[in-house]
């Protein structure tokens, strides 16, 4: 197949089109090197992916860009970009947020309408439960996000369903629950945690340690998204989590046995739009894309440690 993946040079998205080359897919890539962390790790991400020949890079701001040239001859896409951060996302940023992840994601919808797509993925993210009642989650719970953040989210979902509902768009949202491993963006806590840790700072936790998270393996999350799209699955929201769930203390003393040291902790105020707990129930992920997360915590731990300890990407 011909794939469209958005948000190319983030996390998520380098992964996937690396997945997709291995695959023997040719892959369009787009990103619009926001200034949400430094160009400089998103140019790192495509070191690999600008040498292969099936792999096309564009850069474009999908809010305003001319998007049928992206498009030619595409046959999946998955829409991987967005502004993201929970915490960054109040205030006047919100603007930033409403344009890259409501805006352009219907502009990117309004352009595939009517095109003969085998499937577009949405990437959307457990912020859209906010405080859940039950755990684990499932998709039908009630989404009460808590963030602007979640909001923007939640809203490119009701967009992906919308096109599907009214003309019969082949859509399908993955929502992640807190994926991490190699390249995971510099304001996550897993990177932040390495990060001090190999240095031998403190690290700073916000809150007591005792939330909890639903942790994904970037690997998993990926190998979800291609499922997705050979999946006959459309108009529906799908949980991809990582199995387990635990706490961010429980995190600190894994990390501390694989690096053999203690590791320092600074506790601070918890932040406006954290969620105390996440946990993903993922049976419909199971039965409509065969889904099951094959990384556990301390593997993938150990993964994310080895690639900062190794690449040292710069700060910020």
Not at 148 to 166: A, F
Not at 221 to 237: E, K, M, P, Q
Not at 266 to 295: C, F, K, M, N, W
Request: glycine share 8%; charged share 20%.
């Amino acid at each position: 197949m011909r794939a469209l993946v958005t948000g190319c040079a983030g996390f998520i998205g380098s992964h996937l089109c690396e997945r997709l080359l291995a695959q023997g897919h040719e892959v369009v890539g787009v990103d619009a090197f926001t200034d949400y962390y430094p160009r400089a790790r998103k140019d790192a991400n495509l070191n690999v992916l600008r040498e292969a020949p099936r792999f096309l890079l564009r850069e474009a701001d999908l809010a305003v860009a001319d998007l049928a040239p992206l498009l030619a001859g595409i046959d999946v896409v998955f829409h991987q970009a967005a502004q993201p951060g929970v915490r960054a996302s109040w205030g006047s940023a919100f603007d930033t947020y409403a344009r890259n992840n409501v805006v352009a994601t219907q502009r990117l919808l309004e352009a595939v309408k009517g095109r003969p797509l085998k499937k577009f993925v949405y990437a959307s993210s457990s912020s859209v439960y906010g405080d859940a009642e039950s755990f684990p989650t499932p998709e039908t719970a009630l989404p009460r996000p808590v963030s602007p953040y979640g909001v923007t989210k939640l809203s490119g979902e009701q967009l992906v369903y919308l096109y599907w509902r009214n003309y019969g768009l082949p859509t399908l949202a993955l929502r992640y629950f807190t994926v991490y491993g190699p390249r995971q963006r510099p304001d996550m806590a897993f990177h932040r945690f390495i990060r001090s840790a190999l240095a031998e700072r403190p690290i700073q936790v916000y809150g007591d340690g005792e939330q909890t998270r639903d942790f994904t393996f970037v690997s998993d999350a990926v190998a979800a998204n291609v499922t997705a799209a050979a999946s006959s699955a459309a108009g529906v929201a799908v949980n991809i989590g990582g199995g387990s769930r635990v706490c961010l203390n429980q995190v600190i003393r894994v990390l501390e046995a694989l690096l053999r040291r203690r590791i320092g902790v600074t506790h601070v105020a918890p932040q406006r739009g954290d969620v105390r707990h996440t946990s993903a129930d993922i049976r419909l992920a199971a039965e409509v894309l065969d889904y099951a997360p094959t990384v556990d915590l301390e593997a993938g731990l150990a993964a994310e440690v080895e690639w900062l300890a190794s690449h040292n990407p710069p700060e910020g």
